[in-house]
């Protein structure tokens, strides 16, 4: 099965920046919409993105105006640019397809929904 893998974490400063990125290594999956989920501490795990392959976007009203998601098609990859960061938005950030779509590797196309990643550690200190 396919699984999802995060980067870009770290810990930052209030006000600070980070970029967050979602691949599937090893195949292609320009084909499938792509949340963005983060969990703190404690908390039950909070929708925080979505964009369609469409490229229409979506955010949670605590991260409007300061998170933007993007695609790269060329890298195939999920971006998660997160400006102003603020000590709440620490938590672990996680992607994830919200339904079936089609991922290629080597030629070889098949329908599946990719796993979730491991996630990765966002800290924001004041």
């Known amino acids: 099965q396919v699984q999802l893998v995060e980067s870009g974490g770290g810990s930052v400063q209030a006000g600070g920046s980070l970029r967050l990125s979602c691949t599937a290594p090893g195949f292609t999956s320009n084909d499938c919409d792509m949340d963005w989920y983060r969990q703190a501490a404690g908390k039950q795990r909070e929708w925080v993105s979505s964009i369609t392959t469409d490229g229409n976007t979506a955010y949670a009203d605590s991260v409007k105006g300061r998170f933007t998601i993007s695609k790269d098609k060329a890298k195939d990859t999920v971006y998660l640019q997160m400006n102003s960061l603020k000590p709440e938005d620490t938590a672990m950030y996680s992607c994830?397809?919200?339904?079936?779509?089609?991922?290629?590797?080597?030629?070889?196309?098949?329908?599946?929904?990719?796993?979730w990643g491991q996630g990765t550690q966002v800290t924001v200190s004041s």
């Open positions: 994830n397809a919200p339904h079936a779509c089609t991922l290629c590797s080597a030629g070889f196309c098949f329908s599946s929904t990719p796993r």
